[in-house]
């Protein structure tokens, strides 16, 4: 950084800090810009004599440019492995379009200062249980309201709404590290749902979007929070929010197997989540990619084969190896539609 006289000013010198009119606070140019023709005479007629100009290999990038790139290509990373562009590694045809519609509704998102700046909080307070479980969510929301067939801004909602729904811990981010929460840091953390709902009002988030984040916990049988609401009561939006938020924790946070976390969906279905959305979620998200190496509950190792054939987590496994992880040498089919008593225990 250096002082320049105008005078010597060219195009394309960079300023380096924000140049205000004189006598007033008013911004003339900001800091970053690139010095046109126009830009120096305007200096010359206001009276300047010398301007702060960046060394030609600074970089001029603000945390939400960052971020608009960063959320992109994680989205888009997070998306083709849920659901490749293969189609027969999907759960069906349909899923296909409706991942390629998401790959084009996430550009549309980060067009939003106050999307960016919500999500330069997750970030940077917990990049892990935050705004990797939030990226994980809007994918899984978005897969899951269009498989529905819910309509565009209702997709754009679901994905909208997974990536700001814990917005409001924000406010609490100390309450994230501690296992057993005292009744009043229970309570404080019971509030998140509503900080983020009016966190979304005042900056201009959809009303619909807001009402997902407030209704993120609440629970089908009416047992949830902030407002133990129950049953269709509870936003359909936040309803999808709530399996794919639940589902994503069980994976990213607490290392769960996709198995376990699935049983958990079908376990609480009726009770927790809404039985149509579970439904949704296990028959439409690959839990279990194509082509993954796996060990099954008979410890024998195989590659996922075909994910089409059977509804939910229960893919067919062809064999490679035998319990005591030795190359088989004839063709051995697992078909875990119809071996209900084997199940996948590990993805190698």
């Not at 759960?91 to 991942?99: E, H, R, S």
Request: aromatic share 8%; proline share 6%; with cysteine.
């Amino acid at each position: 950084m250096s002082l320049i006289s105008v005078e010597l000013l060219k195009p394309g010198m960079v300023l380096e800090q924000t140049v205000y009119t004189p006598n007033s606070s008013n911004c003339l140019l900001t800091s970053g810009t690139a010095l046109s023709i126009r830009n120096i005479q305007k200096l010359k007629d206001l009276g300047f004599t010398e301007v702060e100009v960046a060394d030609p290999y600074t970089l001029f990038v603000s945390p939400n440019d960052n971020m608009a790139q960063l959320v992109v290509e994680d989205f888009i990373r997070v998306l083709r492995n849920t659901s490749p562009k293969r189609p027969e590694a999907n759960k069906n045809d349909y899923i296909v379009t409706v991942a390629k519609q998401l790959e084009t509704l996430i550009h549309k998102l980060v067009a939003s200062d106050e999307v960016l700046s919500f999500l330069v909080q997750l970030r940077i307070i917990n990049k892990r249980k935050l705004y990797d479980h939030s990226i994980y969510t809007a994918v899984l929301s978005g897969l899951v309201a269009g498989s529905m067939k819910l309509g565009p801004e209702n997709v754009l909602g679901a994905i909208l709404g997974g990536l700001l729904h814990n917005i409001g811990i924000c406010e609490m981010p100390t309450l994230l590290d501690i296992e057993e929460l005292s009744p009043q840091q229970e309570n404080l953390w019971r509030e998140h749902p509503t900080y983020g709902y009016y966190f979304a009002l005042q900056n201009n988030i959809p009303r619909v979007v807001a009402n997902a984040i407030l209704s993120h916990h609440e629970k089908w049988n009416g047992s949830g929070y902030p407002k133990s609401i129950s049953g269709e009561e509870i936003p359909i939006l936040a309803r999808i929010i709530n399996v794919c938020s639940h589902y994503a924790e069980s994976i990213i946070i607490e290392d769960m197997q996709p198995y376990m976390a699935v049983e958990e969906l079908y376990g609480a279905s009726g009770f927790y989540y809404d039985p149509k959305v579970v439904d949704a979620f296990v028959n439409n998200i690959p839990i279990y990619p194509l082509g993954v190496m796996v060990r099954l509950s008979t410890k024998e190792v195989g590659i996922v084969s075909n994910i089409r054939k059977n509804k939910g987590p229960r893919p067919i496994v062809k064999i490679y190896y035998n319990r005591v992880n030795r190359p088989i040498s004839e063709d051995k089919i697992v078909d875990l539609g119809v071996e209900r008593t084997i199940f996948i225990e590990e993805i190698l």
